[in-house]
């Protein structure tokens, strides 16, 4: 099932390169000129990264507002990357990534996220990898950015978010396509 559209707003890029309308459930970020493009790069070690680019091919910056765009010029953009990002810097959208927590050939997810995912009661969306879930919502206590593993699931892990300089990739590829909720709990 594809989430409801956003009148007029162009398709982003999710999981395998595929495109899906941003869901009506984000509408608030896109009035935000927060977005980026982003594309995997490889690092030394084999693993791949995701780093912010302007709409124009250059890097983009977490802590510089004026490498950023708004979502339309993003979306338009998008062809040319992996997918559209959103920069948490100077906002109360907070998120959670819950990583390695899906198998991306079936569907199934592990039942410490759907919990999670559960309690939080806010929009939730597939990674692009197919592989995560990322829940997205509202934050208003302190800055929070760290990385807990999961115990007992095997390289599983948990990454917060709130007042964080840093960016999340969109997908727009909803599990839950829920309100945004305050997720600072």
């Not at 124009?56 to 559209?84: I, M, P």
């Not at 990898?129 to 948990?158: D, F, Q």
Request: aromatic share 8%; charged share 20%; with cysteine.
């Amino acid at each position: 099932d594809m989430p409801a559209q956003v009148p007029d707003t162009p398709l982003v890029k999710s999981a395998a390169g595929k495109l899906h309308p941003l869901p009506k459930t984000l509408e608030p970020l896109i009035s935000i000129p927060h977005w980026v493009c982003w594309r995997y790069k490889k690092k030394e070690d084999g693993t791949y990264t995701k780093p912010p680019f302007q709409t124009n091919g250059a890097l983009a910056e977490n802590d510089n507002s004026e490498t950023w765009s708004t979502f339309e010029a993003a979306a338009q953009a998008v062809k040319r990357f992996n997918g559209v990002g959103f920069v948490l810097t100077n906002t109360d959208i907070t998120a959670s990534d819950l990583d390695h927590c899906r198998d991306a050939e079936t569907g199934i997810i592990e039942p410490w996220a759907v919990a999670l995912v559960d309690k939080a009661g806010s929009y939730t969306e597939i990674s692009p990898s197919g592989t995560g879930l990322r829940i997205i919502g509202y934050g208003s206590g302190g800055e929070v950015h760290r990385k807990l593993p999961v115990p007992k699931a095997n390289g599983m892990s948990c990454e917060l978010y709130r007042k964080a300089t840093r960016y999340i990739t969109v997908t727009g590829n909803a599990y839950r396509d829920a309100s945004l909720a305050n997720i600072d709990a």
